[in-house]
């Protein structure tokens, strides 16, 4: 199936799924930043980039909202929502449940050469932020954390993190998770992998929990001094 693009007079648009690729489409603005947080969401502009009807919109929209990107206030519009620190807990201890229980199954069943390979390339990204390139740690962090939970195999444990990975996401853009972070992130991987190497469940579950505590206090810390831009 092609991707949604802008139509334009050369271009029609006939697609399958247009709903889900908008949502797509506008996930991805918000949470790379291309909207703004506070931004007006039109839903009448966005039909008519797209060349599309206002229902499908409609349904992109309603999901965005139910991800909480979006809010829709009576009498005045839909806006790309602002992230606060109830959000930020929220999406952690959710996290937090997921990931305790996803890092002890794992910790079981997860091939050795499979945490091998995910702790070589963590260390990997923590020399290259040290030298001041930090996209490799990004896609460590989120490697190591969906392949934790891919590792059992549990279809609703799996979505359930998924729909936090905008969020994540999002905040990264924002600001949080910055290199005065990186090495204390990069600390509880290895122990989370470690304990996972050795086979053990408690360890791993104790150094998965204490990460996403850490990952909650720091991201709150950061958000109430402005590192993070809301």
Known sequence: MPPLTPVTKDSPLVVDSIAEQLYRILCDRITSGTYAPGSRLDPQAVAAEFGVSRTPVREALARLELD??????????????RPGI?????????????????????ARSMPLEQI????????????????GDYEPFFAS??????EIVAATGNARLIRARSST???????????????????????????ILDA??????TA??????????EVEEWTVADMESKAIAT
Do not use: Y
């Open 204 to 213: 791993a579950q104790e150094a998965a929990a204490v990460h996403l505590d």
């Open 141 to 146: 962090d989120s490697r190591l954390h969906n």
């Open 68 to 81: 909480q990107l979006i809010v829709t206030r009576p009498r005045s519009g839909t806006f790309v929502a």
């Open 165 to 191: 990975e905008p969020f994540v996401q999002w905040l990264r853009v924002l600001g949080a998770t910055g290199p005065h972070r990186i090495a204390g992130s990069t600390r509880r991987h290895l122990q």
């Open 116 to 131: 091998a390979d995910l702790r070589a390339e963590a260390v990997e990204a923590l020399a290259r932020a040290e030298q």
């Open 196 to 201: 996972m190497a050795a086979r053990d469940t």
């Open 86 to 106: 109830t959000d930020v807990h929220e999406v952690c201890q959710l996290r937090k449940g997921i990931e305790w229980v996803a890092t002890g199954i794992a």
